[in-house]
């Protein structure tokens, strides 16, 4: 198996057992098994070492010099992965045993295929089944010709297999560009970044696609209530301001020049948005613990604030297409 399956951590000792187990428990085990723990200061990587000690099978454990982020993290692997293909998996989550195998099978089956994700279920922080998960992709290559050709942001989830050389020849996962400093602009919508970045190549019959089944067990943490959503909403602006470039032949910005080039009112209207985006989650987690006015009043905030904004996370997180 022409496969490299990528971990990348920070202080993950509290799940990584659970994630080792759904690894050591697929279908295939052929795959080459990468582990990057970035300065990780919990017990990481003695429950590691204690896991493997117990479960024998080869893995690589990469210890990185310095902090550098989840994005580095993956550009580190696919700078030195020997592999084809690489897969994703978060320290935190829990691959089905069929997740390597069935996306394996898929992007092998056809040259034009360059990455192959699948649909995900949610659960929470102690592994409990939440409502609702991540349905996005293409499930045809003509959906994907179609939506690539329109200009459209590619977005698909994170548990992803994709062909490592043609991520790298349109620049794998970008670290340049980024003011140094907290929030890690680099770390956001990174995957949505290199999707995009991959999707020009449907000029050559190059494809991305989902396998439309539920392959992964995704965890939604309660701490992700206090996201400040307005990083994220920028980082998103700027991918969908390059892949217009692109299309116009154009060269890409850097973050830090598309930023610099907004208008108070265009921050003013991305303010909002970010508003309507942390009142929903916020009003997600309440009405999950049963505060029942407390998220009504949230929703109702974030409403107010997009009112697009609602209707547009039920109809790609909750909607099966």
């Not at 050389?165 to 990174?190: I, M, Q, S």
């Amino acid at each position: 198996m022409d496969l490299t399956l990528a971990i990348c951590l920070y202080n993950a000792s509290k799940y990584l057992p659970e994630t080792l187990e759904c690894i050591v428990g697929q279908t295939v085990q052929d795959f080459h098994l990468m582990l990057i723990n970035d300065c990780s200061t919990d017990d990481s990587v003695a429950v590691i070492e204690s896991f493997f000690a117990a479960h024998p099978r080869q893995y690589e454990l990469v210890n990185l010099p310095v902090n550098g982020g989840l994005c580095a993290g993956r550009r580190y692997v696919e700078e030195h992965a020997t592999t084809r293909y690489v897969l994703f998996v978060d320290a935190d989550d829990c691959p089905y045993p069929d997740l390597v195998a069935s996306l394996y099978d898929k992007i092998t089956s056809d040259e034009d295929l360059i990455a192959v994700g699948c649909h995900l279920e949610y659960m929470g922080s102690k592994g409990e089944k939440l409502t609702g998960g991540i349905y996005l992709g293409c499930k045809s290559k003509e959906e994907f010709y179609a939506k690539a050709q329109a200009g459209k942001l590619m977005f698909m989830q994170p548990t992803a297999m994709y062909d490592r050389l043609v991520a790298l020849r349109v620049g794998g996962h970008n670290t340049e560009g980024f003011p140094e400093g907290k929030p890690r602009y680099r770390d956001l919508c990174e995957d949505l970044d290199l999707w995009c970045r991959m999707s020009d190549l449907y000029t050559e019959g190059k494809a991305i696609v989902v396998v439309p089944r539920i392959l992964c067990r995704y965890r939604k943490h309660e701490s992700a209530m206090s996201t400040d959503s307005m990083g994220m909403l920028l980082r998103m602006k700027h991918i969908k301001n390059n892949l217009r470039r692109r299309r116009r032949g154009e060269t890409d910005l850097t973050f830090i020049e598309f930023r610099d080039s907004l208008t108070p009112k265009q921050l003013k209207a991305i303010r909002r948005e970010a508003i309507a985006a942390d009142s929903l989650r916020k009003g997600y987690f309440l009405l999950k613990k049963g505060r029942v006015f407390s998220a009504l009043y949230h929703f109702t905030r974030s409403f107010f604030a997009n009112p697009g904004y609602l209707w547009q996370k039920i109809r790609s997180n909750l909607i099966r297409k």
